[in-house]
T-cell receptor, first 116, second 116 residues
Framework: GAGVSQTPSNKVTEKGKYVELRCDPI?????LYWYRQSLGQGPEFLIY????????DSGLPNDRFFAVRPEGSVSTLKIQRTERGDSAVYLC??????????????FGEGSRLTVL | QKEVEQDPGPLSVPEGAIVSLNCTYS??????FMWYRQYSRKGPELLMY????GNKEDGRFTAQVDKSSKYISLFIRDSQPSDSATYLC????????????????FGTGTRLTIIP
């Protein structure tokens, strides 16, 4: 696609429910990132994929959060037993890694999660 | 103490003024420094990217990095109403040649309004 696509753009759920957020990166980009942005804050790193594997998941806050990228393209962020504190905008970004040179991250518009 | 500190503003200046935005950081391992612009309800987009200390200019934008002081700046000349947005500084450490980008650490963002 032309850019990083995230669905849903908005999700309202009740405390305790399960949520899935989807990210479709720019075609050909091997690296995919998930960030979380709370109101008035900068994006906070969650997890980074290089291909199908999670190269760094150190930002996942606890074991309620899990992300997959089974075919090295689309990724799904899964949140179990949602809590009100999970309310935030979840941003996905992708980049093309070339010869070890840090590449520009292209962000999607985010999925706005509200937990009531 | 956060690794990256950024004054959240808000900052309002008249059209045509020079804008100065700044971040300080504490992690001496940071080598790559970026400025992102984020419009309301959109994902961040990369404005400027610099490696190590020095200046970089791109049109009306100038980025400065002073690693000895752990201080980075973004200057906007001849500011325009379309520059009204939140500006996020971001930085990362060494790039792994196999895994590409390390995770970015963002500041909280400065909300800027250019008054016509």
């Amino acid at each position: 696609g032309a850019g990083v696509s995230q669905t849903p753009s908005n999700k309202v759920t009740e405390k305790g429910k399960y949520v899935e957020l989807r990210c479709d990166p720019i075609s050909g980009h091997t690296a995919l990132y998930w960030y979380r942005q709370s109101l008035g804050q900068g994006p906070e790193f969650l997890i980074y994929f290089q291909g199908t594997g999670a190269a760094d998941d150190s930002g996942l806050p606890n074991d309620r959060f899990f992300a997959v990228r089974p075919e090295g393209s689309v990724s799904t962020l899964k949140i179990q037993r949602t809590e009100r504190g999970d309310s935030a905008v979840y941003l996905c970004a992708s980049s093309l890694i070339q010869a070890g040179i840090t590449g520009e991250l292209f962000f999607g518009e985010g999925s706005r999660l509200t937990v009531l | 103490q956060k690794e990256v500190e950024q004054d959240p503003g808000p900052l309002s200046v008249p059209e045509g003024a020079i804008v100065s935005l700044n971040c300080t950081y504490s992690n001496s391992a940071f080598q790559y420094f970026m400025w992102y612009r984020q419009y309301s309800r959109k994902g961040p987009e990369l404005l400027m990217y610099t490696y190590s200390s020095g200046n970089k200019e791109d049109g009306r934008f100038t980025a400065q990095v002073d690693k000895s002081s752990k201080y980075i700046s973004l200057f906007i000349r001849d500011s325009q109403p379309s520059d009204s947005a939140t500006y996020l500084c971001a930085m990362s450490g060494a790039v792994d040649k196999n895994f590409g980008n390390e995770k970015l650490t963002f500041g909280t963002g400065t909300r800027l309004t250019i008054i016509p």
